[in-house]
């Protein structure tokens, strides 16, 4: 049965993600085209305790696909992971007459909304934004692309000076738990190697590979670090290297929340549209802890439990053997 559902809000939480301003606009937009009353929520969980629940009309979300970050605002907010806090943002949803909630962001807003839909049977739909690309259920989230453009674009900038003065340069991309984006901007721009959170390389591996660079001459050398490699970041193993490495003047350059920001590539635009609008047509059509996302270029749902106990290694095993074929 299709549940009656007159009033949708969409909220981003988390970590902003270029892209989340075309989700927004997709969301309200469908929700209207279907005769909904729309509201925005500002700053994540936090606007929802605080009461910052505005209405929005299709004009509300006019000139926005081209902007990075959210114009919804995003926050952290501790308070929602309380039981005191999930009422308060109930109440205030029930104050305003809301039925269901969007939520656009990474596992941590789909826990707090799964959680928060358990307890007070809100409907709610979950929308992957985060440039991490670590959810299971969708082959890419919002944001993802965007970064990766933005890290290659500033490596292609650092490969200049590192070839006009031989130098090894170790460049740190984003990725705590996940090399996605280290992986994938490493291939593009034909990084030397590449250290990953979920791969173990060796110091010793790695100046292996370097000196074999060097001996066919390579005038510069690019390593790719995420975040959470083991080793530590990439001044610690621009450290060790040096220490055994002599051969190249050796810089570090952490590229940190810049990957963040910038105007959403083509492709997370069209993403964004696509997974906000599937999302309103999940509601209306009865769905709910479901989270929308993209698998093999169509759009598909995953429960939110699935999406968030589903542990898998999302590099792909061809492209990790191509990066290193290809950057001997
Ligand atoms: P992301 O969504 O990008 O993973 P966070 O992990 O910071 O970002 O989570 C965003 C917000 O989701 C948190 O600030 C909090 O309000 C909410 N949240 C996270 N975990 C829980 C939880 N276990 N219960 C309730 N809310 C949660």
Redesign the pocket.
């Known amino acids: 049965m299709k549940p009656n559902i007159k009033n949708i809000a969409v909220l981003t939480?988390?970590?902003d993600a270029p892209g989340m301003n075309a989700g927004i606009r997709a969301v309200i937009r469908t929700g209207i085209f279907h005769g909904r009353n729309m509201f925005g929520v500002q700053q994540?969980?936090?606007g929802l305790i605080e009461n910052n629940i505005i209405p929005m009309n299709a004009r509300s979300v006019s000139n926005i696909l081209h902007m990075g970050g959210t114009i919804l605002k995003t926050?952290?907010?501790?308070?929602?992971?309380t039981d005191e806090g999930?009422e308060t943002a109930y109440r205030n949803l029930q104050a305003n007459d809301i039925d269901a909630l969007v939520v656009i962001?990474?596992?941590?807003?789909?826990?707090?909304a799964k959680?928060?839909s358990e307890k007070f049977d809100v409907k709610v739909i979950g929308i992957p934004g985060?440039i991490d690309n670590d959810l299971y259920g969708s082959d890419f989230t919002l944001g993802y692309d965007t970064a990766i453009n933005t890290v290659i674009e500033a490596i292609d900038k650092i490969r200049d000076t590192a070839d006009s003065h031989d130098r090894l340069f170790f460049i740190e991309v984003m990725g705590r738990d996940s090399g996605c984006i280290a992986l994938r901007s490493g291939i593009a721009s034909g990084a030397e190697a590449i250290l990953l959170p979920e791969k173990f390389t060796s110091v010793e591996d790695l100046i292996s590979k370097l000196e074999c660079g060097a001996s066919t001459k390579k005038s510069s050398s690019i390593v790719i670090v995420a975040e959470g490699h083991k080793h530590g970041g990439a001044y610690e193993i621009a450290k060790q290297v040096e220490e055994r490495f002599d051969h190249y003047d050796t810089k570090v350059t952490i590229l940190g929340h810049l990957q963040r920001g910038g105007s959403p590539s083509s492709f997370d635009r069209i993403l964004g549209s696509r997974l906000g609008f599937a999302a309103v047509n999940a509601l209306l059509n009865g769905e709910t802890r479901q989270m929308v996302g993209l698998r093999g270029n169509e759009v598909k749902l995953t429960s939110l439990d699935e999406a968030l106990n589903t542990h898998t290694f999302k590099l792909e095993d061809d492209l990790l053997e191509m990066a290193s074929v290809l950057s001997i």
Request: charged share 25%; glycine share 28%.
């Open positions: 939480s988390g970590g994540g969980y936090r926050a952290r907010c501790l308070e929602f992971k999930m962001g990474g596992d941590g807003t789909f826990t707090g959680r928060f985060t």
